[in-house]
């Protein structure tokens, strides 16, 4: 661990990102001792930063840090907290944390049970849309009643029924061949992995259409994927009573992605 770059350091607990959830933070996935796009990981987080006030040392004094716990690590994750710091930024420097751990328990494929998200911006404008904050508990609330009905994670709607993302990761369906998700003007995270998958499907000329979606959509699917960092390209079993198949474009995205991290990291 360390904090501001510091091994063995301490970690108020008058930091706002203890005291209140106040700060941001990344995950990046790390392979053979290297994280995968960390660059756009650090991006996101200056620009979550920005939105929160808080001032972080230079990116790549931050991408430093990950590398050599990366290296450290050989493989699992890479995480990266901040916040303002315990004077909330009133003339004092902020406080970054990063720190390693294995990688979590990863399905093979997803059942998913929609839960309505009346804290999602959902397409609604306010100063913190899209920021990637520390205050996860309500996502994590959900995904516990996901959990508790025998689903293994939640689908987040808003209160009209417009489909969101999942609490940790981004929702994907295939229709006639058209790879469709959710935009990020509703809000949603600007997921590094849904950016790199949007890339592969353009280099493959797989059409793909972002707008707003109802559950009700799910019903002309063929398959459903869910992206992230963490669990890369999953297939999706169920949405609520909906069933589907793992099917040959998640299987195709699945292994296009795992070439692209191969090819960035030479691994």
């Known amino acids: 661990v360390l904090v501001n ?9 008058l930091d706002p990102m203890v005291l209140r959830g ?3 933070f990344e995950a990046a ?6 994280c995968f796009r960390i660059d756009d990981h650090l991006d996101r987080l200056a620009r979550s930063a920005v939105a929160l006030e808080i001032e972080l040392p230079s990116l790549d004094t931050i991408a430093g840090w990950c ?12 995480r990266v907290l901040a916040s303002a710091g315990p004077s909330g930024g009133q003339g004092e420097r902020g406080t970054v944390v ?3 751990e294995p990688l979590p328990e990863i399905l093979e494929a997803y059942r998913l049970l929609p839960v309505v998200a ?3 911006p959902a397409g609604e404008q306010w100063a913190l849309a899209g920021v990637k904050t520390l205050s996860y508990a309500p996502n994590m609330a959900a995904s516990r009643q996901a959990r508790a009905s025998s689903f293994d994670d939640a689908l987040l709607l808003s209160k009209t029924g417009t489909m969101l993302e999942m609490p940790t990761s981004t929702i994907v369906w295939v229709i006639d061949g058209v790879l469709e998700t959710p935009a990020l003007d ?9 950016k790199a998958v949007l890339e592969l499907c353009e280099r493959q000329d797989i059409r793909v259409s972002e707008g707003r979606f109802a559950t009700e959509r799910l019903a002309s699917a063929d398959e459903v994927m869910m992206l992230s960092s963490i669990k890369e390209v999953r297939p999706v079993l169920a949405v609520g ?6 099917g040959p474009m998640t299987a195709m995205v699945g292994d296009a992605y795992s070439r692209l991290v191969a090819e960035e990291l030479n691994c």
């Open 118 to 120: 009346p804290w999602h």
């Open 5 to 13: 770059g510091e091994a063995g350091a301490t970690l108020s607990v």
């Open 241 to 246: 009573k909906r069933l589907f198949e793992p």
């Open 186 to 194: 509703l809000g949603i995270l600007a997921s590094i992995t849904r």
């Open 98 to 100: 990063v720190f390693s």
């Open 22 to 24: 106040d700060g941001c």
């Open 67 to 78: 590398r050599a716990l990366a290296e450290e690590l050989g493989t699992g994750v890479i």
């Open 29 to 34: 996935r790390v392979y053979g001792g290297a």
